[in-house]
């Protein structure tokens, strides 16, 4: 059974910091690219962060450059999204997702991914 479990969420002052973890099993994580997006109330998912599979390439939504930082650790199939100087804007649930061959410049559709994980709460306050 695939398995993607993000957690690390939580209520932060603007400027602190969080960090997600997606804990992944039941496919062949080194294979795979594993992406971050989110979602806040009454907007589209948007893509955050994307890793592929051998981290030769790592993206990040223009909004987040500088900020967060995305990681991954093959010995325990969990990748994550480090996030510094959080702004009230970050407000958002956070899902990762899974998808091969590792996507490209597709990176921040969520269309392009095979798997989901349910999301994290993230709330920054001002």
């Known amino acids: 059974e695939v398995q993607l479990q993000a957690s690390g969420g939580g209520l932060a002052q603007a400027g602190g910091s969080l960090r997600l973890s997606c804990a992944t099993a039941?496919?062949?994580?080194?294979?795979?690219?594993i992406g971050w997006f989110r979602q806040a109330p009454g907007k589209e998912r948007e893509g955050v962060s994307c890793?592929?599979?051998?981290?030769?390439?790592?993206d990040y939504a223009d909004s987040v450059k500088g900020r967060f930082t995305i990681s991954s650790d093959h010995a325990k199939n969990t990748v994550y999204l480090q996030m510094n100087s959080l702004k009230p804007e970050d407000t958002a649930v956070y899902y990762c997702?899974?998808?091969?061959?590792?996507?490209?410049?597709?990176?921040?559709?969520?269309?392009?991914?095979?798997?989901w994980g349910q999301g994290t709460q993230v709330t920054v306050s001002s």
């Open positions: 890793i592929s599979s051998n981290e030769y390439r790592t």
């Open positions: 997702a899974a998808v091969y061959p590792s996507p490209g410049s597709s990176w921040h559709l969520p269309i392009v991914y095979d798997y």
């Open positions: 039941g496919f062949a994580f080194d294979d795979y690219a």
